[in-house]
């Protein structure tokens, strides 16, 4: 078995964990590359050397390897998929601090984590992502989300307008500060902070969720991941801003964005003993209240 290992900076109650991580894995003989920079970090942050490894920086160097995993929390995970890209290589957040929808293997749970994945008590879950398409190259280098795209005013002053079309259908004209077009896996990040849905991972769906509409009446709406969407923003500024996940830029307003589904997925290791209606009910303290 071969495991590639990505992470940044990470929380300092996570050292002990992850000289374990690197021990059960050495006890299993299994060969383990690195991400560089995450390397380098362990080394002279951390003082921890580990045995027996390669490294990587870039994904044309992720050769043969059976399982990715990503130690951090969601941001990290998110960075990690522009090295996973299309391989479908299963990936496995590991949380480094408290929350995380996508980094859900907690510290406690690194051992039994672990042990299911030798013992091959796993099934492999696929989360779309959102391609976005121009005519100028904006995210040329990787031009995917799995979480969502979101457009905003680069400046505090002024609302924006944002054309959208679904389809060949006229949607809306959007009068925010911005537009979230959001994935299923993203359904629990952004958009979920503006009050947009919960969406099940694998639905086939899209959320285009407002961020501060000025007309009180408008409401996330869920569509078809089968349409295409167009965007076109109108205002007093003569820069807006772009972001997938982590990434962001800045573009004109006379741009034309459109956005579909990518033809490839991202595969997640879901454990047998994990559940994505178990993480709702644990990252946001469903039933705390002593009724439930």
Do not use: C
Not at 66 to 74: A, M, N, V
Not at 75 to 89: C, K, M, N, P, Q
Not at 286 to 291: A, E, N, P, S, V
């Amino acid at each position: 078995m071969r495991i590639a290992i990505f992470g940044r900076n990470i929380n300092p109650v996570f050292y002990d964990s992850l000289r374990r991580l690197f021990g059960i894995l050495h006890l299993h003989h299994v060969e383990v590359t690195v991400y560089r920079p995450f390397l380098d970090y362990m080394r002279t942050e951390i003082g921890f050397e580990p045995e027996y490894i390669s490294d990587f920086s870039i994904h044309h160097e992720l050769r043969n390897v059976d399982f990715f995993f990503s130690i951090g929390g969601d941001g990290t995970f998110l960075e990690a998929i522009s090295l996973v890209r299309d391989s479908r290589i299963p990936m496995v957040g590991i949380n480094s601090g408290r929350l995380g929808f996508l980094a859900d293997v907690a510290q406690t749970e690194l051992e039994s984590a672990l042990e299911s994945l030798f013992t091959v008590k796993y099934h492999l879950q696929p989360r779309s992502l959102i391609r976005l398409e121009n005519d100028i190259g904006l995210f040329s280098d990787f031009p995917y989300a799995l979480n969502e795209f979101t457009v905003h005013k680069q400046d505090t002053a002024q609302m924006i307008t944002i054309n959208v079309i679904v389809g060949n259908d006229y949607l809306n004209s959007y009068w925010s500060d911005g537009l979230i077009i959001a994935t299923p896996t993203g359904s629990t990040a952004y958009a979920l902070s503006v009050g947009g849905p919960i969406i099940t991972p694998t639905a086939a769906n899209f959320v285009i969720a407002p961020i501060a509409p000025h007309n009180l009446a408008i409401r996330p709406v869920i569509i078809p991941d089968s349409e295409e969407i167009k965007i076109r923003v109108e205002g007093r500024s003569e820069r807006y801003m772009a972001t997938l996940d982590s990434r962001s830029t800045v573009f004109n307003p006379d741009l034309e964005i459109r956005l579909r589904k990518a033809d490839f997925s991202i595969n997640v290791v879901q454990f047998d003993n994990q559940s994505f209606y178990g993480t709702l009910r644990n990252k946001l303290m469903w039933g705390i209240d002593k009724r439930n």
